[in-house]
Nanobody
Framework: VQLQASGGGLVQAGGSLRLSCAAS???????MGWFRQAPGKEREFVAG???????YYSDSVKGRFTISRDNAKNTVYLQMNTLNPEDTAVYFC?????????????????WGQGTLVTVSS
């Protein structure tokens, strides 16, 4: 499985961006997740979606971000609204063979290359 993240960019605080993660291979069998890593900080879980479409979010993005997947297109999305400077980071998509959504990065088997999101104040 290969993952290609895109959609990052520069946006003002309060704005929106939509990230996409295009996958090759049978990603419908995987739990998909988005993580982010800000400069000088550890990679952190942002959102995950199960095979059936159940979702889970970190407290920091709940109510602002929405993860979705289109299994026919092998693509996962992260709609990010009401962005603030604390959301500035490199965002990574990942695929996990676990049964349920996991927030642990070590349990994800495949990773995309990351896309940079910069939110200006």
């Amino acid at each position: 499985v290969q993952l290609q993240a895109s959609g990052g960019g520069l946006v003002q605080a309060g704005g929106s961006l939509r990230l996409s993660c295009a996958a090759s291979g049978r990603t419908f069998i995987f739990v998909m997740g988005w993580f982010r890593q800000a400069p000088g900080k550890e990679r952190e879980f942002v959102a995950g979606i199960s095979r059936s479409g159940s979702t889970y979010y970190s407290d920091s993005v709940k109510g602002r971000f929405t993860i979705s997947r289109d299994n026919a297109k092998n693509t996962v999305y992260l709609q990010m609204n009401t962005l603030n400077p604390e959301d500035t980071a490199v965002y990574f998509c990942a695929a996990s063979s676990t049964f349920a959504i996991t927030t642990e990065a070590r349990r994800y088997d495949y990773w995309g290359q990351g896309t940079l999101v910069t939110v200006s104040s």
